[in-house]
């Protein structure tokens, strides 16, 4: 597991939990569309962190197995729902047997372990003909705020993976799956901006791995950007805007 998802979602597991953004309603049609969940499936949530997908998979009436490496994060998991099949394990040691499950999907996770042996490994739990699906939620910097939100966080950011950086693409073409099908979706996180700003920042993994008085840095600076900016400025609610992309390939 990489240093910075290892010691920054450990010790900023509380701030993910409330940072991070849902997920929008169009993904549950794709969830039984592309990825074709329904009560009769088994699916595995990997990278599950808190939760925060998890309940979409479970509302497809698919059995869930989530899976997390971080046992800050697989608390937060158990106790928001615990109801869910939560086991330990990572994406090159996925704790279910061969060819049982109908889905793997990866929510805001697959860039930490985008590897031939992590696809391999997915592979394996697959059944002939099930999906590989990947989402995440990418924040639009279409307002000029949400461009300051990433500059204030670009000096800190070194070689942590992320989404943005389209490392992750590199793994496919993948032996074993066919090509990826990929579709957006509209999405926003709208709450208080203590919420869904420095909230949502502090929850960045190579932010969250900071020490506390560069952390309080970070949250100044975005404190000041709540208050000086005129579309922030005096509101108890806004709204981040996000794209949600989503992908799915079949095991072949």
Request: one cysteine or more; a negative charge.
């Amino acid at each position: 597991m990489h240093e910075l998802a290892a010691k920054g979602f450990a010790k900023e597991a509380q701030a993910y939990s409330r940072g991070r953004p849902e997920y929008p309603v169009a993904l549950d049609q794709w969830l039984l569309d592309d990825l074709q969940l329904d009560e009769t499936c088994t699916v595995v949530d990997l990278g599950a962190g808190t939760g925060k997908f998890t309940p979409r998979l479970m509302a497809t009436g698919a059995h869930v197995i989530a899976v997390e490496p971080v046992s800050e994060m697989l608390d937060q998991l158990t106790r928001a729902i615990p109801t869910v099949v939560a086991r330990t394990g990572t994406a090159e040691n996925i704790p279910v047997n061969d060819g049982v499950v109908d889905a793997v999907v990866c929510a805001q996770s697959f860039h930490w372990f985008a590897t031939k042996t992590a696809l391999k490994e997915i592979h394996r739990v697959l059944r002939p003909g099930g999906f590989l699906g990947l989402i995440w939620n990418v924040r639009d910097e279409s307002t000029d705020w949400s461009v300051a939100m990433t500059d204030i966080m670009a000096p800190f950011e070194a070689d942590a993976p992320r989404y943005r950086s389209g490392e992750w693409r590199k793994v496919f073409p993948a032996e074993g799956f066919g090509p990826l099908q990929e579709r957006h979706f509209p999405n926003g996180h709208t709450g208080a901006p203590e919420q869904v700003i420095v909230d949502r920042v502090l929850s960045v993994s190579f932010i969250a791995a900071l020490g506390r008085p560069q952390q309080h840095i970070v949250a100044a600076r975005l404190r000041d950007l709540i208050a000086t900016s005129d579309s922030l400025r005096g509101r108890d609610e806004v709204t981040v805007p996000y794209d949600t992309v989503a992908f799915s390939c079949a095991k072949s």
